[in-house]
């Protein structure tokens, strides 16, 4: 049982990482939404392409509040919520596995 506790627990660590990282993303888009960006700029498509997906998902159930784009924030709050959750849930698991 001391392989799956280490699979686990693995899981998890690349979990958090996956996550932290998105989370970071997702707020160098923020801080770049803010300014007109070149849309043609490298970083910027890259970043479009990489949150569009998650935040065009949170947008069809969010309401829009006048020009403030809520799905950010939602973004966000999921992700602390899976990092607070799912993935403590699974490290523990795997501690107690091992």
Known sequence: ???????????????????????????????????????????????RAVTEPVLSRVRRYMPQIGPFDLSVIASFLLIVFLRSFLVKSLFDLGLVLR
């Open 1 to 47: 049982m001391f392989i799956l506790g280490n699979l686990l627990v693995a899981v998890a660590k690349v979990l958090d990482s996956i996550l932290w990282a998105y989370s970071l993303i997702l707020f160098f888009w923020c801080i770049i939404s803010w300014v007109s960006p070149d849309p043609f700029n490298p970083i910027v498509q890259f970043l």
